[in-house]
């Protein structure tokens, strides 16, 4: 299987349509990358409900409604941050399924992590299941936004195809 953005995008689309699923990102340093690569896919307007781009810290709070105590004590970095934005993204637009990305791009390290720190949240509203994952990617700020975006769009391939989640990639 390809692993070019728009390949991969395809294959995602073309899967959630099939299961009759929607999606919805919300995303912080990939910046609106994520939501962009899904609706290059033709057909993405039959599952792809919205994006919301959180870059701000507080924004998660207010837009997706991430817990802002959380926020204060863990900051944006953060598998539960992740998995929160997920979760507030499927219900602002009233997905089947979410995805968050959270971490630092770089150059330098921001939050007490170091640059190519990665979260993805996933949410399934329909069985109530959220997850985080965690990645290290090495690389200019360019680099780390589009493996951040090629690993979320792996994972959702992965569970679509599965129909699980692998319990040793999960964040606790």
Known sequence: MSDSLAELSAQVVHQLIDRGLTIACAESLTGGLLCATLIDTAGASNCVRGGAC??????KASVLHVDSHHLARKGPVDPDTATMMAEGVAELYQSDWALSTTGVAGPGPADGYEAGTVYIGWCDRLTGQSHAWKYLFAGD????????????????????ADGGIDDDARVR
Request: proline share 0%; charged share 30%.
């Open 54 to 59: 959180t870059y701000a810290t507080d924004t």
């Open 141 to 160: 700020r360019s680099t780390i936004r589009k493996e951040t975006v090629r690993h979320a769009l792996r994972l959702v391939r992965g569970l679509l």
